[in-house]
Each structure stands twice: as structure tokens, then as C-alpha cells.
């Protein structure tokens, strides 16, 4: 599927790509407009007294950082969401999501979290003084103090990913080693997301260098309870053991592996119980998995959603009338059914470039706004001067055709392309399919060199303020700052999403987004597809490991049944 993520401060996330009060409960919010059609958490919980001690846990990733560019999740390269994956059991933080899609305060990282004024709109965290970092020295405020800084935007020689709520803080205060406090000089509705993120060390994030090329073959020192052991950069297999620092409860497993396996191959390495999970993203990988016995099939609803992203920068998507014409052309309802159903989910569309089905504020807008119409679409090409003529549109003597490219190993992402194809095929647009190394394929879409391209993004806990990257502002190819990369924005975006950042009221936030919706489908930077249903087949003895909507793994459970 390759979906693409932000990893400090839940951000969109591609995926081939972006959710307190005292007491860290979350804001209160309308109800939503679509239930959710499956439940948040996809497993049962297991006793840790019924875990056995020690014991490998096998999984696969489609790349690594090291593939990618950069272990640090904080930059454009770094934050994919298999990097992610493998950082997971290594990282923690003050906050952390709850299976309804709350936030609470994880004990192991902060004692206290707390909003203590709205004017200004302070926050105050209290560190646990027990935390530390893998070679035993204390986490301290100072270390949150330069993830802060590093991510703020204002020194341009960081390579930041987002800036999104960093750049909005206007004071930080070192109270004492274990305690911040941080204000912003104007309301900021989602704080909270400055504190779902993993701190990085003072060392690190005080230096462009060793923040941007410091870790491109390893990753960043881990603050959770497993550490990275051995790289093997050449097998593109990872191994995790026990943080011999780790302060919190023990970790029932001896070690993880991630290996890098394209994605039709997994399927068959689970039945060679070479893995022992699969995250299944498409058939082919479905039906293999269940082949092997003794398994669980477990599913819960997603947070990721595919589409296809136009580079605007470049003729003939430049034309907003051509995006918009492909925007009706393709058929979305076709897409998820071939994606869900084989699977065995229902059909359902992604028709928000903010919110997941189920969220609060979620409705139509993409389908209100571009229903499947050929019909239209062919309209739209004869509004922006192209002619038809023996099977081929023209405008100035040149004939409309364009280019998609997949990462290779990708089944689910060539079979969306070849869709698309389909679609434009029938109203006489020819698509040409490239396949990208996997590897290099976010380094291409980053630097614009696509015309088309089709992965996921996947949402967040705070939805609203964490897409803004993706539309908003514009960023040039090449440009690592950012992740709009359509390259374009429209400038009635930026007063809105300021609004957005700045309006603590649920209920009018909501408001302010349906605006936004309607602002981006009137530019068509990138269509939505459908939303991706989180489907885990495992080991049957495999336990508190699965799919969850919002839930971390808590990794200090995972482990194998007695």
C-alpha cells in the first residue's frame, strides 16, 4: 500500500500521506457525521501473566531508513511510515492516543500534562525523572526544549518534515530538569499534538548536521522499552532487544527482527513462518496468508486513505480545468471496491481531505463536489480549449496524455494505477504506468518527478491542523520542507487554517474545515480515494499485536501466549 507518515507530532503521513485539559482529556466534539464501520481496536488484550517470557518476533516493513535516506522521522525522508514501524518499540512520549481517539498521559515519559491558562494558552508537563535515554542519561526539559526549537522553522538549516504547532509556540520555559512549560501567543486548539512525538536528544536536535545526516544508516538513540541491536543494512533486516535502561514494566520479548520484503512476498513468508504477521493490503496477500494454520484474521477501522496526487507545476496539470476534468474521469467507487471487497470489507469512499470516516466533521465533500460524471469531465477538457478528434484530445497541436508512477513491489498501489489508467482510457486519455524502485520513490515524488502518483496519507488524532501540510503553503520540487506535493496551494487556505489553529471551540473548528474542504476541491491538488481497513492476519500464539484505528502498541505486552 506504501503509506507515508508524520512521526513527531502525529502529522499526515504518506504512506506508499496527515489527532488537554487538566487531566488529558480531549476536547469535547459533535458526534459524527458516519459511524464507523469497524471497531477501533481490532484485538482482545491478553494478561501479561499469560505471556511467556523471551521468544523472536518476526515482522516485515516494505523499506528501511536506511532505503529511504534518513532514520529520523522528523525529516522529509525519514518519515515513512515503515520507519515508523520499526522505531515504534524504541519511542514514547508524553502523550499518547487512546483507543477512542483521545489522548492520555503516558506515565512512563510525564507524570502530569496540563493546559494552566488559556491567556495566554500555557501548557505545563512534568517529566517522569525515571526516563532516560538508551545510554542511561536523563531525559530532560532541555531536551524538549531543542525538539521545540529544531522543529519551530526558524532555523531554515534543520530539515524539517512539518512545523505544524512548533512554529506556533511563542515561549518555552525549563521550570527545572523535569519540568517545560510552553505558551502561545495566540489560542493553538491542538497543543496537545506538540507532545505525542518522541523528544530528541539536545545533541542532536541543537545540530542541523547530525539532525539531517546524523542517523541515514542508523537510528536515533531509543527512549522505549526495546533498542536497536544489529543493522544489517545489506539483508535490509533490523533486530531489536530488551533497553537494558528501560525503566518501565519488562518486556516480555527476547527480540524483533523487521526485514524488508516487497509486499507480494509476504504473504508467502507468513506461511514459511518467516513472519509472524502479515499486514494485508491487498488480495493477492490475503489469500496466501490464509493459507497457513493456526492464524487470527483480526481487522479494525483505518486511518490511512489512498488517492492520487497531481504535479501541478508542470503542463498539462498546471490547468486546474485539466484536474479537475480527471477528478470526475475516475472512477473513485471502482478503486475501493477492487481495494475492500476482495478483503472482505464493505465499500467505502474517502470523501474528506481532512477528517477519516467516523471523525467528527467528516462528510461528502469530495463526492459533492466531483461525482463520477465522463460526461463532465469531457466537459471540463472542452472548457479549457482541448479538441477530440479520432480518439485523442488536442489543444495547440499537442495531444493530452499523462504519466503514473507505483513503487515497485506494490500490489496494491499498480493495481490503483491501473485503474486510473482504465478510467482515463475511456474517455481517450492514454496513462502510462512506471514503476520506481521502492526505494527511490518518495526521493522522485519529493523532487516532482511524476505527473501522477497514487499512495496513502494517514490520518491523525488532530486532523485538521496536522493537513495542513499537505495543502498549504506551496513548496517548489526539491523543496524536503513540506508535504504538498502537488506543489501548489490556493491563498484562501492559510487565513482558514489560521482560524482553524486558533479557534479552541469544537463545534465552529468544524465549521471552518467544511470551508477548507471546499477551498481544495476547487484547485484539486490530489483526489481521495477510499479509506484503508487495518487487516492483520497472525500467528494465532501472537499476542497484544494487531490493528487498532488510534492505539499504540504498548510493546512491553506484546509476546507469545504460554
Known amino acids: 500500500m506504501n503509506r507515508k507518515t508524520t512521526a513527531i507530532a502525529t502529522v499526515a503521513v504518506l504512506a506508499a500521506g496527515a489527532l488537554v485539559l487538566a487531566g488529558c482529556a480531549p476536547l469535547a466534539k459533535p458526534k459524527a457525521e458516519t459511524a464507523p464501520q469497524l471497531p477501533t481496536v481490532g484485538w482482545k488484550a491478553t494478561p501479561v501473566a499469560a505471556i511467556q517470557d523471551g521468544g523472536t518476533l518476526n515482522l516485515a516493513v516494505l523499506q528501511s531508513g536506511?532505503?529511504?535516506?534518513?532514520?529520523?522521522?522528523?525529516?522529509?525522508?525519514?518519515?515513512?511510515?515503515?520507519?515508523?514501524?520499526?522505531?515504534?518499540?524504541?519511542?514514547?512520549?508524553?502523550?499518547?492516543?487512546?483507543?477512542?481517539?483521545?489522548?492520555?498521559?503516558?506515565l512512563n515519559y510525564a507524570t502530569s500534562v496540563k493546559l494552566t491558562s488559556k491567556s495566554?494558552?500555557?501548557?505545563?508537563?512534568?517529566?517522569?525523572?525515571?526516563?532516560?535515554?538508551?545510554?542511561?542519561?536523563?531525559?530532560?526539559?532541555?531536551?524538549?526544549?531543542?525538539?521545540?526549537?529544531?522543529?519551530?522553522?526558524?532555523?531554515?538549516?534543520?530539515?524539517?518534515?512539518?512545523?505544524?504547532?512548533?512554529?506556533?509556540?511563542?515561549?518555552?520555559?525549563?521550570?527545572?530538569?523535569?519540568?517545560?512549560?510552553?505558551?502561545?501567543?495566540?489560542?493553538?486548539?491542538?497543543?496537545?499534538?506538540?507532545?505525542?512525538?518522541?523528544?530528541v536528544q539536545k545533541q542532536i536536535a541543537t545540530s542541523p548536521d547530525l539532525w539531517n545526516k546524523g542517523f541515514v544508516k542508523k537510528p536515533l538513540p531509543s527512549v522505549g522499552p526495546y533498542l536497536m541491536s544489529k543493522i544489517d543494512n545489506s539483508a535490509d533486516t533490523f533486530t531489536e532487544t530488551p533497553n537494558p535502561k528501560w525503566w518501565g514494566a519488562k518486556p516480555k520479548l527476547a527480540k524483533i527482527t523487521f526485514t524488508v520484503i516487497d509486499q507480494t512476498a509476504q504473504g508467502q513468508a507468513f506461511v514459511n513462518n518467516e513472519i509472524n504477521a502479515v499486514d494485508v493490503t491487498d488480495v493477492d496477500t490475503y489469500e496466501a496468508a490464509k493459507k497457513k494454520s493456526d492464524i487470527l484474521i483480526e481487522s479494525s477501522g483505518g486511518l490511512s486513505w489512498s488517492q492520487v496526487t497531481f504535479n501541478a507545476t508542470t503542463a498539462p496539470l498546471n490547468d486546474v480545468k485539466v484536474r479537475k476534468a480527471l477528478a470526475y474521469a475516475i472512477n473513485r467507487d471502482l478503486i475501493s471496491k477492487a481495494a475492500n471487497g476482495p478483503l472482505g470489507v464493505a465499500t467505502t469512499l474517502q470523501d474528506n481531505w481532512i477528517f477519516m470516516p467516523g471523525q467528527a466533521g467528516y462528510t461528502d465533500a469530495a463526492a459533492t463536489a466531483y461525482p463520477f460524471s465522463p460526461t463532465k469531465a469531457k466537459a471540463m477538457l472542452k472548457s479549457a480549449g482541448y479538441k477530440l478528434s479520432k480518439g485523442a484530445w488536442t489543444k495547440g497541436g499537442t495531444q493530452l496524455k499523462l504519466s503514473i508512477i507505483y513503487p515497485?513491489?506494490?500490489?496494491?498501489?499498480?493495481?490503483?494505477a491501473q485503474q486510473i489508467q482504465s478510467s482515463l482510457k475511456a474517455i481517450d486519455i492514454p496513462v502510462a504506468i512506471q514503476q520506481v524502485p521502492s526505494a527511490n520513490y518518495f526521493n522522485d515524488i519529493i523532487a516532482g518527478k511524476f505527473e501522477m502518483t497514487t499512495f496513502g496519507w494517514q490520518g491523525t488524532l488532530f486532523p485538521i491542523s496536522t493537513s495542513r501540510p499537505l495543502f498549504s503553503p506551496a513548496q517548489k520540487p526539491g523543496d524536503e520542507a513540506g508535504q504538498n506535493y502537488a506543489f501548489i496551494t490556493n491563498?484562501?487556505?492559510?487565513?482558514?487554517?489560521?482560524?482553524?489553529?486558533?479557534?479552541?471551540?469544537?463545534?465552529?473548528?468544524?465549521?471552518?474545515?467544511?470551508?477548507?474542504?471546499?477551498?481544495?476541491?476547487?484547485?484539486?491538488p490530489m483526489l481521495p480515494f477510499a479509506p484503508y481497513p487495518n487487516i492483520y492476519i497472525i500467528d494465532k500464539k501472537l499476542a497484544n499485536y494487531g490493528p487498532a484505528t488510534f492505539l499504540f502498541t504498548d510493546w512491553t505486552t506484546v509476546g507469545f501466549k504460554k
Open 491 to 524: 491563498p484562501k487556505l492559510k487565513a482558514l487554517f489560521d482560524k482553524s489553529d486558533q479557534d479552541l471551540n469544537p463545534t465552529t473548528r468544524l465549521a471552518t474545515a467544511k470551508q477548507i474542504n471546499k477551498v481544495i476541491a476547487s484547485y484539486m
Open 66 to 106: 536506511t532505503d529511504g535516506g534518513n532514520w529520523n522521522p522528523n525529516t522529509a525522508e525519514g518519515n515513512e511510515t515503515d520507519v515508523i514501524a520499526i522505531l515504534a518499540p524504541m519511542t514514547g512520549a508524553p502523550l499518547k492516543p487512546t483507543s477512542t481517539g483521545g489522548v492520555a498521559t503516558d
Open 408 to 416: 515497485q513491489g506494490t500490489a496494491s498501489n499498480e493495481l490503483r
Open 120 to 199: 495566554p494558552e500555557t501548557a505545563d508537563v512534568k517529566l517522569n525523572p525515571k526516563a532516560v535515554w538508551e545510554d542511561g542519561t536523563p531525559i530532560t526539559a532541555s531536551d524538549y526544549e531543542a525538539t521545540f526549537a529544531a522543529l519551530s522553522g526558524k532555523n531554515s538549516a534543520f530539515d524539517d518534515v512539518s512545523t505544524q504547532g512548533f512554529d506556533q509556540v511563542s515561549s518555552f520555559t525549563v521550570v527545572s530538569p523535569t519540568e517545560f512549560t510552553f505558551s502561545f501567543s495566540k489560542p493553538y486548539a491542538d497543543w496537545q499534538n506538540l507532545l505525542v512525538g518522541a523528544p
